[in-house]
Each structure stands twice: as C-alpha cells, then as structure tokens.
C-alpha cells in the first residue's frame, strides 16, 4: 500500500491511516465512475472513538478527497474536527447505520449506474446467473420501498431494518449501500457488485432466456466467494491506490 505520509498534527497514526483510506476511496470511486456530481457518500468509524466518522464534507468531489480534508463527525451531528458541513441525507443515513450496525465500521452509498438500474425493476437484485454474482446471492438485501430523501432518523432507521444481516443493500428506486468492517472490504464489494449489476444487465438485454447456476452450487460458491473477500481486499484497495499514484495523486495530503 501507498506509504503513509507524515501524520497531521493531533491525529493518531490509525487515524491518519483511516483517513488516507477513506479520502483514496472516494477517489477511487470516481475513476469507476461510481460517483454522482458532489452527492453521494462513504463514511469510516474513527478508530479509537466510539461514535464518531470521518465522512467527506458537502462540495468536493469524489475526485477531490483528501485526508486532512474529511471532517469527524459524531452521532448526533457535531462536527468535530475539520471544516465544511455535512451533507443531510449522509448525516440522516449514516449516523443511524454506525449508531445500529456495530459491524459497519465503514459505510458506502453510491448511485453507480448499473445497480441503480437494478433497483429500478420490479424484482431488483442479483441473479445466480455467473460467477461474479456468487459473490452476492447470498449476501444482500433490499429496501422495497423508496421514501424520498433520507432528511431524518426515520428514513436511516428503515435503512438499518432492511439491512439486517447483510452487507449490501439495494434501495428501491434509489441506488446501493455496501457495509463492512473496513475500508478495504467495503470497497472490493461495492466494486464487484457493480460487476456483477453490469453483467447482469448485458445479459438482460439479450433478450434470452438466462442460465441460472443451480442451487448446490450456489451454496458452494456462495461460501468460496466469502473466503475470496478475505484472501483479496487488500490486495485490490492496494492496487487501486497504485492506480490512483498514477493517475489521480493528492488524496493522502
């Protein structure tokens, strides 16, 4: 991984990390076209202070993200640390998922394209129909109703229900939310489930009958794919900032 450079004044070293983490993950993000103008928003648990993320401010762009320039936030709104102001609809959703959800140490929410698309339809969700969707046929829920836009605890909480054991959530008529216990895996599932929402797209627009994988399998390569995340997320949120080095720098300062 990128090294870490000189830690901000006031900050732990697992802090600075975090940071570094989260503001390349925005970024990264962007160069897959996974964000939406200045909306849209990831959010990490601050290590080592119970209630409180770090969350990009309201104006910047995903390709913007910086380390210093996330704020902390805690869970009743209080910015803590950093300057801007927090977007409403992030505030609403991902206050209510960190406070509900211990096991979401680190949040995403996106619009991306192809699994927006699949929260459109009436049946939305990924279908046992290639590899890539093992990764999550057995891993996601769904919200099944849209409510407009999460400007209050009430919308968060309905997102927190319909999350129950899962990690990834699609939002009727809305977009994705993938949780997880760090950066890393976050991000290597927001990635593959967007793979998995476009492959099934193009084979939807073949209009031909689809070739479901049967149900042993599933159960097998359900559990093979679990194992896969673990060997792996790392190494892609790695790579990715390798990618970023090269093509987008700036997001550790």
């Not at 939807?204 to 679990?226: F, K, W």
Request: glycine share 6%; hydrophobic share 50%; with cysteine.
């Amino acid at each position: 991984m990128t090294a870490l450079k000189s830690v901000a004044a006031g900050l732990s070293p697992a802090e600075w990390r975090a940071r570094i983490e989260l503001a390349a993950a925005y970024r990264i993000a962007a160069l897959e076209g996974m964000d939406d103008g200045v909306f849209n928003h990831f959010s990490l648990a601050v290590p080592g202070e119970e209630g409180r993320f770090l969350l990009k401010p309201f104006g910047p762009l995903f390709s913007e993200a910086t380390a210093s320039g996330l704020i902390k936030v805690d869970l009743e709104g209080k910015i803590v640390a950093g300057e801007g102001v927090w977007e409403p609809t992030a505030f609403h959703i991902h206050s209510r998922v960190h406070r509900a959800v211990p096991r979401a140490r680190c949040v995403m929410h996106t619009h991306m394209p192809y699994a927006t698309a699949l929260t459109s339809l009436a049946e939305m969700g990924i279908l046992p129909i290639n590899q890539s969707s093992m990764r999550f046929v057995r891993r996601f829920a769904t919200l099944e109703t849209y409510g407009g836009l999460a400007l209050d605890a009430a919308e968060g909480d309905r997102i927190v229900a319909a999350f129950q054991e899962k990690d990834v959530l699609f939002m009727a008529n809305h977009g994705v939310m993938v949780i997880g216990e760090d950066v890393a895996r976050c991000l290597y599932d927001l990635h593959y489930v967007e793979v998995a929402a476009r492959d099934q797209w193009l084979a939807l627009a073949t209009n031909r009958p689809l070739r479901m994988i049967a149900e042993e399998v599933i159960e097998l390569a359900a559990r093979q794919m679990v194992d896969e995340r673990e060997m792996a997320a790392v190494v892609h949120l790695t790579a990715m900032m390798r990618r970023l080095d090269r093509e987008n720098p700036g997001y550790e300062i």
